[in-house]
């Protein structure tokens, strides 16, 4: 027979072993929306460095007029800047065929939206991003992705976001099927597929790497993949 010391040693393995499970459950569900990528922080740090808030660097982009909707105006650069940070992403990740911008925002809520369009053919869509946070206030600076009831999820496909009138159904936490709190110089490939909005207080600037036409889980494995 067991005495009570095994009978409570036994107790608690089994709750360790139920505990570790669970944590092993919210790692898996987390990494359908985001990876964190701790090892590319120097590259964060080399980013931020740069002078990336001189309109003369940026080009003219009809996405930015969308983006400018969404409260979140992304930039694109051009010429020597262009070149300088095309250099600096090729010789540190060793990849092709990307697109780097950054997005600065003043804080807020963002609209409710999706970097994918039912119009755009698959190699053309924007699935992910490996998003660095470079500068701001990043307390409480938020990225989730909300639990859409049927209406909403409506207009995500129609329109690629949904409606602002919406945006008070997704205030709590208990709405969100997931969501990560930013730190500077702290990279994460965010799944950018689903629907997802922005949480913040302060300013802040991201910059942001994006393989046209990849999803999030083969460039999860690509940055997997890359030895630093």
Not at 141 to 148: A, F, H, K, Q
Not at 160 to 189: E, F, G, M, R, T
Request: glycine residues 4%; charged residues 20%; hydrophobic residues 35%.
């Amino acid at each position: 027979m067991y005495g009570k010391y095994d009978v409570f040693a036994l107790k608690m393995y089994f709750i360790n072993i139920f505990i570790a499970k669970i944590y092993q459950l919210n790692i898996f569900m987390s990494e359908h929306y985001y990876k964190k990528y701790p090892q590319f922080s120097k590259f964060a740090r080399l980013l931020s460095n740069l002078q990336l808030k001189d309109p003369n660097d940026y080009q003219n982009h009809q996405r930015e007029e969308i983006y400018k909707q969404l409260r979140l105006p992304i930039k694109v650069f051009k010429g020597d800047k262009k070149l300088q940070i095309d250099t600096l992403i090729k010789d540190y990740f060793n990849i092709e065929n990307f697109l780097f911008t950054i997005i600065s925002s003043e804080g807020g809520d963002s609209q409710i939206h999706t970097d994918v369009s039912p119009r755009k053919e698959p190699q053309f869509q924007r699935y992910c991003n490996l998003a660095f946070p470079l500068s701001g206030n990043f307390t409480n600076r938020v990225t989730y992705w909300p639990s859409l009831d049927n209406k909403d999820r409506r207009d995500l496909y129609t329109y690629s976001a949904v409606n602002d009138n919406s945006l008070h159904k997704y205030q709590s936490y208990d709405s969100w099927n997931c969501s990560i709190a930013h730190q500077q110089y702290c990279p994460v490939l965010l799944n950018t597929e689903l629907a997802h909005g922005v949480r913040a207080d302060s300013s802040t600037l991201f910059g942001y790497i994006t393989l046209i036409g990849k999803s999030f889980n083969d460039c999860k494995d690509l940055y997997d993949s890359i030895l630093i």
